[in-house]
C-alpha cells in the first residue's frame, strides 16, 4: 500500500513539474503573440526566451529527478526562486530599456500582468511540489 501512495506522489509531483514547464513555455509565445499583434519588436521574443528556457530548464532537470525517485534536491530551491526573479526583474528591465515615458505603453503593460500571473502560479506549483515531495518522506 505504501509503494502505491509513493508511486501516486511521485506521478503527482512529476505533474507539477510538467505543467511548471508548459507554464514556462507560455512567457516565449506570449511574447510572440504580442509581437505578431503588432505591439511588440521582434527583438522583445529573445528576451521571452530567457526565462522560458531557465524554468523549462530547471523544471525539466526536476521532473527528471522525481522520476527516479531521489527525493528533495537542490532544483527544488531554484524551482521556486526563478519566478520570484521572474516577477521581479522583468518590470525593472522593461523600465530600464524603453525609459519612464513608454514603460507601460504599447502592450507593454498587459506583458507585465501576464508574466506576474505565470510567475505566481509557477510559485504555486513549486510550493505544492515541495509539499508532496515532504509528505512522501
Known sequence: MKKVESERDTMVTRRLY???????????LVKIAFVAAGYLHTGAI?????PAVCTVLVGGLAAKRAAAGTGQHPYQRLLMILPILIFVITPGFVYLKQGRDQWLTQGRFPVLIIYACLSATQLFLALRAKRVQAEQA
Do not use: E
Request: hydrophobic fraction near 55%.
Open 46 to 50: 529573445a528576451h521571452g526566451a530567457v
Open 18 to 28: 510538467l505543467g511548471y514547464c508548459a507554464l514556462g513555455l507560455l512567457y516565449v
